[in-house]
């Protein structure tokens, strides 16, 4: 009987998670370059099922598996080409990417709207995505979709989380006067308009398996381990351009959120009823059985 309780508990906790990721993706339903998030849940570790044996020297007959519910394993970003407005302003700055793909018989690879593709022979792909180069706290490089940009009092080129924004040689880029006074090219090199000199070169970061990217906070993405992601510096071979006065907007379906916020809802409720029937149930078993 206890099975069943543990069973409706692990639902209930699956669902708050759950409930949690859409409230999350739906407070950063206005933020420049956010990926929305989907909570992935998965049985419990199966309970194998076996008979004693009479005797020691008896094998022990195999009935089967059981799972024990389901839990909240991971939330999983969906890395998928935002859409992207005109803003009119010279600080913003969109990635656009259309990275292709081709398959071991050299046909190009279509994915689906989450940006996965399973090929023939069970093998899943992702589709690229490219990435500004940034500093992060620890001073090393992360990587953001974030191009609501602005010049810092000393020129230095940040992001709206006042980080400094790197240039291919994987230094700040530090500009004179304001982004007005420049013009940024597709492949990300910044001129200055009265010159026509080149000021740098917006450092791009391509991953070519964009899904083992986590988040590392304020709006950032890091690798879970080294080289999972296989990440590359972008070429001029790569379907990316980088629109100056746009941005690119948040992926998250607010209509999809609010339908996916009442589901966790209404499940966990059940969940909830389920567990009141248990208490219940052993509450009767306590002390009416009992005294039978």
Known sequence: MLRGLYTATAGMMTQQHRHDTVTQNIANLNTTGYKQVESVARSFPEVMVALQGGDQGRDNRQLGKLNTGVFAEESISMMVQGDVTESNSSDDLALVSDIQVRNAQGA????????????????TLYKPQAFFNVENPAGGVGYTRDGDMHLSPDGRLLTSMNQNVLGQDGRPIVLAGSMDDYWVRENGTIFNK???????????????RPNELTRDGEGLFAEK??????????????QIEVKQGFLERSTVDAAQSMVDMTAALRAYEANQKIVQFYDKSLEKAVNEVGRV
């Open 108 to 123: 190009p690879v279509i994915f689906d709207a989450s940006g996965k593709s399973v090929q023939a022979n069970g093998q």
């Open 194 to 208: 009265q010159t026509g000199a080149a000021s740098g070169r917006i450092g791009i970061t391509v991953a070519e």
């Open 225 to 238: 381990t080294q080289g999972a992601a296989s990440l590359r510096a972008a070429t001029n071979n790569d």
